[in-house]
T-cell receptor, first 119, second 114 residues
Framework: GAVVSQHPSWVICKSGTSVKIECRSLDFQATTMFWYRQFPKQSLMLMATSNEGSKATYEQGVEKDKFLINHASLTLSTLTVTSAHPEDSSFYIC???????????????FGAGTRLSVL | AQSVTQPDIHITVSEGASLELRCNYSYGATPYLFWYVQSPGQGLQLLLKYFSGDTLVQGIKGFEAEFKRSQSSFNLRKPSVHWSDAAEYFCAVVFMNRDDKIIFGKGTRLHILP
């Protein structure tokens, strides 16, 4: 299956600093990538949809100035948590969508996730 | 409203026993259906998917799922679980009129008794 690499897997930072998380599709091109946030023992919450070459589409309630998303190439999307605070501590997961044939089959392959701890 | 439901938050089975995890959706048409598994601190791994055709779908790690249109269900099954199957399982649905976004169920945590 398709492989999605997410880096770093764990990051600890001081309050007020910015953190960048990378999501790469290793063996396929992904015009669309997704960023999710997962709180402990909960399901995934979609934060934004990242389309290559265009601005990301954010879900309601997600601050786009806090969570900057860049999708500069067909294999890389980045999420930058700006001026991080302890409440931003969470597990962040990206996914990349594979398109099969003429129809968008919407098979999403997920990265391993990034655990962010803000002190 | 369109939704996906996993009615069981926790399931405990003995190693070697059979397993069925439930998933129901609410939608006026047939959505795309997925099951993912997540080990602690890890991302999600796709177990299997259903788009159309044969309603019994085979996946990886010995899992299968059956789509039942009449019940709006897509239950995950395994005839004999292994201790390594202990994880969180998410049913996910793509409703085609919602920009192809995946909607996840709340998950079912599977515990395996030795």
């Amino acid at each position: 299956g398709a492989v999605v690499s997410q880096h770093p897997s764990w990051v600890i930072c001081k309050s007020g600093t910015s953190v960048k998380i990378e999501c790469r599709s290793l063996d396929f091109q992904a015009t669309t990538m997704f960023w999710y946030r997962q709180f402990p023992k909960q399901s995934l919450m979609l934060m934004a949809t990242s389309n290559e070459g265009s601005k990301a589409t954010y879900e309601q309630g997600v601050e786009k100035d806090k969570f900057l998303i860049n999708h500069a190439s067909l294999t890389l999307s980045t999420l930058t948590v700006t001026s991080a605070h302890p409440e931003d501590s969470s597990f962040y997961i990206c996914s990349a969508r594979v398109i099969q044939g003429k129809l968008t089959k919407n098979i999403q392959y997920f990265g391993a996730g990034t655990r962010l701890s803000v002190l | 409203a369109q939704s996906v439901t996993q009615p069981d938050i926790h399931i405990t089975v003995s190693e070697g026993a059979s397993l069925e995890l439930r998933c129901n959706y609410s939608y006026g048409a047939t959505p795309y259906l997925f099951w993912y598994v997540q080990s602690p601190g890890q991302g999600l791994q796709l177990l299997l998917k259903y788009f159309s055709g044969d309603t019994l779908v085979q996946g990886i790690k010995g899992f299968e799922a059956e789509f039942k249109r009449s019940q709006s269900s897509f239950n995950l099954r395994k005839p004999s679980v292994h201790w390594s199957d202990a994880a969180e399982y998410f049913c996910a649905v793509v409703f085609m009129n919602r920009d192809d976004k995946i909607i996840f169920g709340k998950g079912t945590r599977l515990h395996i008794l030795p």
